[in-house]
C-alpha cells in the first residue's frame, strides 16, 4: 500500500480511458451493482423434537465465544440430532461483507445492535418468531432490532448504564451515595470529593469519540431520546441533548472531570490513585475492578445512575448485542432453534450468564434482555468480590427494569461519531459550547449522512 | 550481385515454404495462446473492477439492493465537501513533510553507503532495508506503543530528562508529523537503494577528471552528483507521490484518521465511504483520486522532460 509499483502506475495512467470506452461500449448489464441483492425474508419455526441437520455459527472470538461455546454445548445435549459448528470470527471484519457477498455464509451470527438496522434487507425477518416473547423482551432491545416495524435480530444482552463509584472515597467526603438521585446531585459529591483533593477529577469523562458517543446515547436514552427518531429523522437539536451537554460543560468548567481513554493506562492511574471516584458508566465496567484494578479492587461499589429530573428513569442502554439469521443461511430454521434456546429458554439463559469454567461466579457484565430471566431474586451470577461483594445481578437488572424504549438505531450511526463523536470531545476540552456541539453535529451528520441514506 | 545468387534452390520440395494457410494459422494462434493468460488474468481483475468501480461512481449502491443512476451526484458531492478538501489537504501536509525530507536524508544515507571506506557498510544497508522489508501492520504496532502518550517509550525518555509528555498520536499537532515518521521510517530503505543505484551507475573516471581539475568534494557534489542522479530523484518524487495520497494503511491501524480527521488522508477517507456502505461515493472519490494522482505524476514527469531538454 505504501509504495505503488510502476505497472501500477502505468494501469492507473491508462484507467480513466480504459474506463471511458468499457462503460460506453455498455455490456455491463449482467455485473450492475445491486443486482444479486435479496430482500428480506420471513422464517418460520420448526419443531423442536424433529429438529435434525448441521449449522455454523458465528460468535466474537475471545472470552465471549467461550461462554457460548459452553452454553452450545448444553443446547447439543437438548436436541442431539443438531450439529453446531462454533465458530470464533472477527465478527466486525468479515460479517458484513460476508451478508454483502453471500458467500460462505454462518447460519447464525452474534452481532451488535447498533449494526443491525444498516444490513436488515440481509437478514431473516424474526417479527412472527420472536412474537411469543415481546411483551415479556425489553422494549429498548426490541426497539433496536426493528427496522420498519420488523424485527431482524433476536435480542441477547441488556447493558444498562450504572454508576460506579469508590465508597471509601465518598465515606470520607460525607457523601451518602443514596443520595445521589440526580445529575446535580453527582456535581455536588464531585466538589465534595475535590475539596478533600484538589487534585481529583472525581467523574469519568470519555476521551475515546466513539465510547464517548456511545455514553452520551445512554444518557439521551435515559431521557426517552436518541439521536434519530423512528423515521431516522435526526433529534439532536433538542432539550435532552442540550441538559447533558451543559452537564458536561459545568462539569468540565468546574474541574470535576478527568478526561480519558477507557480503562487505558491513564484512566487506570486515576482510578487507583483516587482522583477518578465516580464513573458513570455501562454494567460492563464491572471488568475494571474484577481484572484491571490492583490496589483498589474491593473498594469499588455500584448503583443506579442519577436521574435527570427527580423521579426519571435511573437506566440508559449503552451498547448490547443480538444474534442474526442471515436470508441466505442453509439451515435458519435451527439456528433460530438453537437461538431460542440460549436467549428465552431457561436452560439457554442459565448456561450463557449462570456459573461456569470461563467465568466462575458467572457472566456478570451485562443482564439478559428477556425479563424472566431477569429476576431479582433469581440471580444468575454471583455477587462480585471485586465490588466488596456487593449483588451486581440486584442492582443491574433492577436498573434495566427503568430503561426506556428507543427508536431503531440508524444505519449511520457509526459514522455519525466522525462529526457528534468528535464534537463531544471538543465541548469535553472545553473548545466547544454545547449550542456549537448541537449545530456543527446537525448540519454535517444531516449533509452527509441523512441526506445520503 | 551475380544471377547464380538469384537460381532458386534445385530441390524445392524440401525448402519451399508451407502452404500460404497453415503458416498463417502456426503463426497467427501460437502467440495469442501465450499471452491470452495475461488478458484474462487482466480483464478480471483489472478492467472489470476498474470498469465495475466507474459505473457505481454514478450510482447511489449501498452494497444491496438496486442502485439507481445518479448522474454526477456524488462527484459534486465530494467536490462541495469540506471533509473531501480537508482529507486532501492532510495528504498534502503529508507529503510535504516526507517527500522533502526523504529525498535529502536518502541521498545523504546513499552517498555514505557509496562510500568504499565507510566501515560495517553491509550492516548499515541491511539497517536501511530491513524496515522496508517488515510488515507495515507490525510496524504501526510498534508505532502505537512507542509513541503512546501514557506508556509509550518516546514520552518516558522525555520525561526522564525533565519535559513534559506529548500527546504524539492524539493532538491534532503531533499526529501528522508522528504517522511521516513511520511513513520515512518505513520507505526510506527503498529511495536509498534507488539512489545508491543511480550513484553507483556514474562512472567514476568523470569524478577523476574533476579532482584532476581541482574541483572540491562538495563542488563535485553539486556539479557532478546531483544532475547525473536527478533522474532518480525524479523517479523518487513521482513514486512517492503516488504512494503519500493513496496512504491508508498507516492512519488506519494506528489513529483511524483522528484526532478529529487531522490524519484521514485521501486514502482512508475514501475507505470510510466504503465501510459506511457508502458504495457509490467511495468510487467516485477512488477516480477523483486516481484523477488527481495523474496530473500529479504528469507534472513530475513533464518538469523531469524540460530539464532534460
Same mark, same amino acid.
Not at chain 1, 341 to 366: D, E, H, I, R
Not at chain 1, 373 to 393: I, S, T
Not at chain 2, 62 to 80: H, P, Q, S, V
Not at chain 2, 241 to 266: K, N
Given at each position: 500500500m505504501s509504495r505503488p509499483s510502476v505497472p501500477r502506475r502505468s494501469v492507473l495512467r491508462g484507467a480513466l480511458g480504459v474506463g471511458a470506452l468499457a462503460v460506453g461500449a455498455g455490456p455491463l448489464a449482467a455485473c450492475a451493482p445491486g443486482s444479486t441483492g435479496s430482500g428480506p425474508r420471513k422464517l418460520t419455526a420448526t419443531s423442536s423434537a424433529s429438529a435434525k441437520g448441521e449449522i455454523t455459527i458465528w460468535s466474537r472470538s475471545g472470552d465471549l465465544y467461550k461462554v457460548f461455546d459452553a452454553a452450545i454445548d448444553t443446547f447439543r445435549r437438548a436436541h442431539p440430532h443438531v450439529t453446531v459448528h462454533h465458530q470464533a470470527v472477527d465478527i466486525d471484519s468479515k460479517l458484513a461483507n460476508t451478508l454483502i457477498t453471500g458467500a460462505d455464509l454462518p447460519d447464525g451470527s452474534f452481532w451488535d445492535d447498533a449494526k443491525i438496522g444498516s444490513q436488515a434487507e440481509h437478514l431473516y425477518d424474526l417479527t412472527d418468531?420472536?412474537?411469543?416473547?415481546?411483551?415479556?423482551?425489553?422494549?429498548?432491545?426490541?426497539?433496536?432490532?426493528?427496522?420498519?416495524?420488523?424485527?431482524?435480530?433476536?435480542?441477547w444482552d441488556l447493558d444498562p448504564g450504572l454508576l460506579w463509584y469508590r465508597e471509601d472515597l465518598l465515606e470520607d467526603a460525607g457523601v451518602d451515595p443514596a443520595g445521589l438521585a440526580t445529575y446535580d446531585d453527582l456535581l455536588d459529591a464531585a466538589r465534595a470529593l475535590k475539596e478533600r483533593n484538589p487534585k481529583a477529577g472525581p467523574i469519568h469523562l470519555e476521551k475515546d469519540p466513539f465510547l464517548g458517543q456511545l455514553w452520551l446515547e445512554m444518557l439521551a436514552n435515559q431521557q426517552g431520546t436518541s439521536l434519530a427518531d423512528a423515521k431516522g429523522a435526526l433529534r439532536l437539536d433538542s432539550e435532552e441533548y442540550r441538559t447533558i451537554l451543559t452537564w458536561v460543560r459545568s462539569a468540565v468548567h468546574e474541574k470535576?472531570?478527568?478526561?480519558?481513554?477507557?480503562?487505558?493506562?491513564?484512566?487506570?492511574?486515576?482510578?487507583?490513585?483516587?482522583?477518578?471516584?465516580?464513573?458513570?458508566?455501562?454494567?460492563?465496567?464491572?471488568?475494571?475492578?474484577?481484572?484491571?484494578?490492583?490496589?483498589?479492587?474491593?473498594?469499588?461499589?455500584?448503583?443506579?445512575?442519577?436521574?435527570?429530573?427527580?423521579?426519571?428513569?435511573r437506566s440508559g442502554a449503552m451498547g448490547g448485542s443480538s444474534f442474526?439469521?442471515?436470508?441466505?443461511?442453509?439451515?435458519?430454521?435451527?439456528?433460530?432453534?438453537?437461538?431460542?434456546?440460549?436467549?428465552?429458554?431457561?436452560?439457554?439463559?442459565?448456561?450463557?450468564?449462570?456459573?461456569?469454567?470461563?467465568?466462575?461466579?458467572?457472566?456478570?457484565?451485562?443482564?439478559?434482555?428477556?425479563?424472566?430471566?431477569?429476576?431479582?431474586?433469581?440471580?444468575?451470577?454471583?455477587?462480585?468480590?471485586?465490588?466488596?461483594?456487593?449483588?451486581?445481578?440486584?442492582?443491574?437488572?433492577?436498573?434495566?427494569?427503568?430503561?426506556?424504549?428507543?427508536?431503531?438505531?440508524?444505519?449511520?450511526?457509526?459514522?455519525?461519531?466522525?462529526?457528534?463523536?468528535?464534537?463531544?470531545?471538543?465541548?469535553?476540552e472545553g473548545s466547544m459550547t454545547p449550542d456549537d456541539v448541537i449545530d456543527d453535529s446537525t448540519r454535517k451528520i444531516q449533509r452527509n449522512l441523512v441526506d445520503r441514506a | 550481385m551475380t544471377p547464380a545468387t538469384l537460381t532458386p534452390p534445385r530441390n524445392e520440395e524440401h525448402t519451399a515454404p508451407a502452404p500460404l494457410r497453415t503458416r498463417r494459422r502456426r503463426l497467427s494462434l501460437t502467440p495469442y495462446v501465450f499471452v491470452a493468460p495475461f488478458y484474462v488474468v487482466f480483464a478480471a481483475f483489472?478492467?472489470?473492477?476498474?470498469?465495475?468501480?466507474?459505473?457505481?461512481?454514478?450510482?447511489?449502491?449501498?452494497?444491496?439492493?438496486?442502485?439507481?443512476?445518479?448522474?454526477?451526484?456524488?462527484?459534486?458531492?465530494?467536490?462541495?465537501?469540506?471533509?473531501?478538501?480537508?482529507?486532501?489537504g492532510?495528504?498534502?501536509?503529508?507529503?510535504?513533510?516526507?517527500?522533502?525530507?526523504?529525498?535529502?536524508?536518502?541521498?545523504?544515507?546513499?552517498?555514505?553507503l557509496a562510500n568504499a571506506r565507510l566501515r560495517l557498510r553491509g550492516m548499515f544497508r541491511v539497517a536501511f532495508i530491513a524496515p522496508f522489508v517488515t510488515p507495515l501492520v507490525a510496524m504501526a504496532q510498534v508505532w502505537i506503543v512507542v509513541f503512546d502518550s501514557d506508556y509509550g517509550l518516546v514520552n518516558h525518555l522525555l520525561r526522564l530528562v525533565g519535559l513534559p509528555g506529548v500527546d504524539w498520536l492524539t493532538s491534532t499537532t503531533w499526529a501528522?508529523?508522528?504517522? #511521516?515518521?513511520? %511513513? &520515512?521510517?518505513?520507505?526510506?530503505? /527503498? *529511495?536509498?537503494?534507488? @539512489?545508491?543505484?543511480?550513484l553507483q551507475a556514474v562512472p567514476s573516471d568523470v569524478y577523476e577528471a574533476a579532482a584532476l581539475d581541482g574541483a572540491s568534494r562538495r563542488r563535485q557534489f553539486w556539479s557532478l552528483t546531483l544532475p547525473l542522479v536527478r533522474r532518480s530523484i525524479a523517479f523518487?518524487?513521482?513514486?512517492?507521490?503516488?504512494?503519500?495520497?493513496?496512504?491508508?494503511?498507516?492512519?488506519?491501524?494506528?489513529?483511524?484518521?483522528?484526532?478529529?480527521?487531522?490524519?484521514?488522508?485521501?486514502?482512508?477517507?475514501?475507505?470510510?465511504?466504503?465501510?459506511?456502505?457508502?458504495?457509490?461515493?467511495?468510487? #467516485?472519490?477512488? %477516480? &477523483?483520486?486516481?484523477?488527481?494522482? /495523474? *496530473?500529479?505524476?504528469? @507534472?513530475?514527469v513533464r518538469l523531469l522532460r524540460s530539464r532534460d531538454e
Open positions: 418468531l420472536i412474537a411469543p416473547y415481546r411483551k415479556d423482551t425489553s422494549p429498548y432491545k426490541l426497539s433496536v432490532n426493528t427496522v420498519d416495524g420488523r424485527i431482524y435480530g433476536v435480542p470535576l472531570v478527568t478526561h480519558t481513554e477507557y480503562l487505558k493506562q491513564g484512566d487506570l492511574a486515576a482510578l487507583e490513585d483516587g482522583r477518578q471516584a465516580l464513573v458513570p458508566w455501562a454494567t460492563w465496567w464491572s471488568f475494571a475492578p474484577q481484572q484491571l484494578l490492583k490496589k483498589t479492587r474491593g473498594k469499588w461499589r455500584v448503583t443506579r445512575l442519577p436521574a435527570w429530573t427527580a423521579g426519571g428513569a442474526i439469521i442471515p436470508a441466505k443461511a442453509k439451515n435458519p430454521e435451527l439456528a433460530w432453534l438453537l437461538y431460542e434456546f440460549l436467549c428465552f429458554k431457561q436452560p439457554g439463559y442459565s448456561a450463557v450468564y449462570g456459573p461456569g469454567s470461563v467465568y466462575p461466579g458467572g457472566l456478570n457484565t451485562s443482564v439478559p434482555s428477556y425479563t424472566p430471566a431477569r429476576k431479582a431474586d433469581k440471580p444468575l451470577f454471583k455477587p462480585v468480590d471485586a465490588l466488596g461483594g456487593q449483588d451486581l445481578w440486584k442492582v443491574a437488572v433492577d436498573a434495566a427494569a427503568t430503561i426506556p424504549a428507543a427508536a431503531p438505531i440508524p444505519a449511520w450511526w457509526g459514522k455519525s461519531i466522525d462529526y457528534l463523536g468528535n464534537n463531544l470531545q471538543r465541548l469535553m | 483489472g478492467l472489470y473492477p476498474l470498469v465495475f468501480a466507474l459505473q457505481l461512481s454514478f450510482t447511489n449502491w449501498k452494497g444491496a439492493g438496486e442502485a439507481r443512476f445518479i448522474g454526477l451526484d456524488n462527484y459534486t458531492y465530494l467536490l462541495t465537501s469540506p471533509e473531501f478538501w480537508a482529507s486532501l492532510n495528504s498534502a501536509v503529508m507529503w510535504l513533510l516526507i517527500v522533502p525530507v526523504q529525498i535529502v536524508g536518502g541521498l545523504a544515507a546513499a552517498v555514505l501528522k508529523p508522528t504517522l #511521516a515518521l513511520l %511513513f &520515512l521510517w518505513k520507505t526510506t530503505g /527503498f *529511495a536509498v537503494i534507488i @539512489l545508491l543505484a543511480g523518487l518524487i513521482v513514486v512517492q507521490t503516488l504512494a503519500v495520497f493513496q496512504m491508508f494503511a498507516e492512519p488506519f491501524v494506528v489513529t483511524q484518521g483522528g484526532p478529529y480527521g487531522s490524519t484521514t488522508t485521501g486514502g482512508l477517507y475514501l475507505y470510510n465511504h466504503i465501510t459506511a456502505s457508502d458504495l457509490g461515493t467511495g468510487a #467516485a472519490n477512488s %477516480f &477523483l483520486l486516481v484523477l488527481l494522482v /495523474f *496530473a500529479l505524476s504528469l @507534472l513530475s
